[in-house]
């Protein structure tokens, strides 16, 4: 489930792209396969970046001349361990709402982000969150879960005040907000509510098959309840 898009922030061969909190890695995967360039995940769990390292297992490259790499980390956002100026894309997905101090994670991506380079951030976006947070407190308290709701305008003035320019914004995921709220109303730990089930079924089945039916649904569901808001931003040149 890719929230990204990768031809907004403009990968291209031979450039260097990082993932920060690649998870199992949804966009480390897809990043290598976008753009012949190297891709760079970190992540603070050893488990989360076995997984990526195993999708690559799981899906490799039939390609004998390519030009794609990849690297695998674990590493703290507050602390990077790159040189500055070290990537020419950043992506940092659904990561800073689980981080105290985000602006020192925001710091750290200026820091090692390449003047001219392009910066995609995804948080959740407020309202759909909102929805969850007063519908269950399972969903958010729980280790290393979400410890705020960001109004779009904070994060993005956040990254702004470390020099970088805001160029584009989309909303992603909005056939996901009707699951997150049904699974909150139930709760979260349950796994043996029929309609939640149901309806995770038919989100697989969406990801997997991608129909023109769901695809236009979420076109419009987008704007109005997309469970994530993604911002671009640009580095000016030194």
Not at 123 to 128: L, Q
Request: contains cysteine; charged residues 25%; hydrophobic residues 40%.
């Amino acid at each position: 489930m890719q929230t990204i898009d990768l031809n907004v922030l403009g990968l291209r061969d031979g450039q260097r792209a990082l993932d920060l909190g690649c998870g199992a890695g949804r966009h480390v995967h897809a990043m290598y396969y976008h753009a012949e360039c190297h891709v760079v995940g970190i992540d603070l769990g050893f488990d989360d970046v076995k997984r990526t390292r195993e999708g690559f297992g799981t899906c490799p490259d039939m390609d004998p001349d390519t030009r794609r790499s990849f690297s695998l980390s674990v590493g703290n956002a507050l602390s990077l361990p790159f040189p500055d100026a070290s990537f020419d894309k950043i992506v940092c997905s659904e990561v800073l709402e689980h981080i105290p101090d985000y602006r020192q994670a925001v710091a750290e991506i200026e820091r090692i982000l390449k003047p001219g380079g392009t910066l995609a951030v995804s948080v959740p976006r407020y309202f759909p969150e909102w929805v969850c947070w007063k519908l269950s407190d399972d969903y958010h308290n729980e280790p290393g879960g979400h410890v705020r709701i960001f109004q779009e305008s904070e994060l993005k003035d956040a990254v702004e005040k470390r020099g970088l320019s805001f160029f584009h914004r989309h909303f992603a995921h909005g056939l996901h907000s009707p699951y997150w709220w049904l699974k909150c109303a139930v709760g979260v730990k349950r796994d043996d509510a029929k309609l939640v089930n149901l309806y995770k079924r038919f989100l697989e089945w969406d990801i997997l098959e991608r129909p023109w039916l769901t695809r236009a649904l979420e076109r419009v569901a987008g704007p109005l309840m997309g469970k994530s808001v993604v911002l671009y931003f640009t580095k000016g040149a030194a």
